[in-house]
């Protein structure tokens, strides 16, 4: 009597985890699906499962309806290169903030608290200022911008990760007659190495998926990936089999980087990493 | 070691989080106190407090406030109650759940433009999912995003879906870092499962409740991409949040200074629920 009762109170538990999962997964799932069908698939009601798949929206999006290829360069630039720029200011930043305290327990209260500001506190000045200087629409636009958000988030996840670091490695080396700087570069770096991994994917995650400022400071040539699928929402309708396979491609990618940083997740979203 | 070596480490990022965060701020504060009309390039002049003023007389303002506050309340509740739901389902080791635990976080990292645009395919009264599925039994189409009653809780249903397994995750992270000893005590003490998560778990997961509470109202404040490409405010304006607002004045109608002024109070309220959510964090700990 008592397994039974047992077995019934697992297979409930599978049942609710089932429903958790449909109503996670379907979304995305029928996102793709939508993609690999013919465009007069697309619309049939009951919707057909199984059916021969097509790389036809494909198609059309990398080389016919918009130039694709360049808007995959303006999403890698900015997420490059801000992702860059944010790991080499924040990462001495937050070992400096981790080993001497330096501005005291103030300081990193205030680096976080860039990343709080409402996105129209930074994006009008931006606007008004990059106008001025013909900077709008341009690749440089988004990097700034970016950095208010990812910078504060490397210096603080950074932070974490040194101060978990016994600092007796680095005194050790010193005294064996190494300087800092050489203790840093050959001890502590290649102990950090994970850690910055995990954060510079935060980071690119971030940039990826990023569209108000991209929105707003970039038009016809700089646009990134998440504001060039508007293109298939036109006057005539909804191009739901190229919009459909514009938004797996950009997905994709952060799928893949999420399951790389999975075990930081948590520590991730602490410092609140996924939205901007 | 360099005397100055420390400070000269944290200088550029003082510089320049100083030049790309603060200085927008003041930049921001500033332009709020002009009519700065892009549209009309001639009208940029000193009203001082007046946008500000003109806020507490504008009904689409005070709509949008209403309306972000509701988006807020429903979306944050909703994650609280399912996320703790989820987690403490989750909680257990039993086969195949380190790969559910993965799969179930995928909408966060959905790029939020494409999810409004996913769910807009699924709410579409034609030809999408969500009326096929009611068809399956037996009832009929629903407008959805379409209806202006319903369009608010089909744009919070989308949050909903994102960002539920965020709450779960750090709730479960929570859960996962509760002292073992104290449960198991509760447990011989005799205890039932729901007493003991009401007496014991909860109480202890409070902080962690609070912090993620936090940061949903947060993010929920930012709140822009999903509903511009799933309603892009309407129908009419009854899924115009905030953001979508300021959006409107500032790069519809180019009224900068008053678009300036709505962002300040964006900020104004941000920093009202910091505060106040700090003060609980404070009290919780004690």
Known sequence: MFTMKKAIKIALMYIVVAVILFATLFPIYWMVETSLKEPVETFRIPPKWIFTPTLENYYQVLFVSIPFTRYLLNSVFTATVSTLLALLLGIPCAYSLARFRVGGPHLPSWILSTRFLPPFVVVIPFFLMFRDLGLLDTRFALIL?????????????????????????????????????????????PLMKPAIAASAVFCVIFSWNEFLYALILTGMDAKTLPVATLSFITERGIMWGELTAAGTMTVLPVIVFAFIVQKHMVRGLTYGMLKG | MPKKLPLFLVLPTVIVLASVGFYPLIYSINISLYDLNLAIAWTTYFVGAGNYLSLFSDAWFIESTWRTFIYLAGCTTAELLLGLGIALLMNTEMRGFRTFRFLILLPMVVTPAVAGLVWRVLYNREFGMLNYFLSLFGFGPSPWVADTNLALPCVMLVDIWQWTPMMFLMLLAGLQSLPVEVLEVAGVDGASAFQKFRHVTLPLLVPTIVVAVLFRVMDALKVFDAVYLLTGGGPGLTTEVLNIYAYRIGFKFFRMGYAGAIAIFILIITMIFTTVFIFALRRSTE
């Open chain 1, 145 to 189: 911008p970016y950095l208010t958000i990812q910078l504060p988030f490397v210096v603080w996840f950074m932070r974490a990760f040194i101060k978990e670091l016994p600092a007796d490695v680095e005194e050790a080396a010193m005294i064996d007659g190494c300087s800092r700087v050489e203790a840093l570069r050959r001890i502590v770096l």
